[in-house]
């Protein structure tokens, strides 16, 4: 399965150290939309060659008051994205790309299984405003993803929270750097 050794790859890339000496920038940031779907809190790390990887968390419980049915997402963004520098080292524009790990718990859909885990990959077009001499940067960007069958369940519909199979998403966020 291809999808579990793309987030190994993720993974290692992000925690991996530099070999050329240079120290690596480290950045965290909260999104809302993007890959955690609703929200995430994020973790980032820049590379050489302008590459930066990022892990993020997200948790979002839905509860239906008359029945007290719930249904809990927990989403871990991954992605790995290029930043291109215009006019100075205050604008830049983000190509990525990632993958959005779902999981689901609960009753609130209409599943025959109450747990599910969707691995959806998102694309990344967005530009990001980082003043010169601060520590924040504020983020923007679309960020389309597809949705997928369910790994545990894979019989059941994919997960298509609009009813197509290409979900048009997009970002805003604002991060610090440590």
Request: net charge positive; proline share 4%.
């Amino acid at each position: 399965m291809k999808t579990p050794c793309l987030t190994i790859f993720f993974l290692l890339l992000l925690f991996c150290n530099e070999t050329s000496g240079q120290t690596a920038k480290n950045a965290l940031f909260m999104e809302a939309g993007g890959g955690g779907l609703i929200y995430s809190l994020n973790y980032e790390r820049t590379f050489k060659y302008n590459l930066a990887g990022r892990a993020g968390i997200s948790f979002l419980q839905i509860r239906e008051n008359q029945t007290e049915k719930t249904l809990n997402l927990m989403s871990f963004p991954l992605s790995l994205s290029y930043l291109q520098n215009l006019r100075g080292n205050v604008h830049f524009v983000e190509f990525g790309i990632g993958v959005m790990n779902l999981y689901t718990d609960g009753d609130l859909v209409e599943y025959k299984g109450t747990r599910d885990f969707f691995v959806n990959p998102f694309a990344i077009a967005g530009y990001r405003y980082k003043p010169k001499g601060k520590r924040w940067d504020l983020r923007a960007g679309l960020t389309p993803f597809i949705g997928t069958k369910s790994l545990s369940n894979p019989t059941e519909q994919g997960f298509q929270p609009f009813g197509s199979k290409i979900q048009l998403w997009g970002s805003l966020g604002i991060g610090y750097s440590l």
